[in-house]
């Protein structure tokens, strides 16, 4: 499973609903890149580096970056 769907499915929607917030809201919903972690936070549609406060980096991604739509 990609890190964009399991995105989708911890917050209970569809990549599609995802990507579409993504694009039409001011944020957008990331999620950490690390193997075996899932955390997920509100981030900017850019990020690329976002601080993850489970692993301590920065490795929290928006679901734009990762539906390639940034």
Not at 8 to 37: H, R, W, Y
Not at 58 to 67: E, I, Q, R, Y
Request: glycine fraction near 8%; charged fraction near 30%; proline fraction near 3%.
């Amino acid at each position: 499973m990609s890190k964009l769907d399991q995105l989708a499915k911890i917050e209970g929607t569809t990549v599609e609903d995802l990507l579409e917030q993504s694009v039409f809201g001011d944020t957008s919903k990331g999620i950490c890149m690390n193997p075996k972690c899932d955390y997920t936070r509100e981030v900017e549609p850019d990020q690329r580096k976002g601080y993850c406060e489970v692993c301590g980096t920065d490795t929290v991604t928006s679901a734009a970056v990762l539906g390639d739509i940034i």
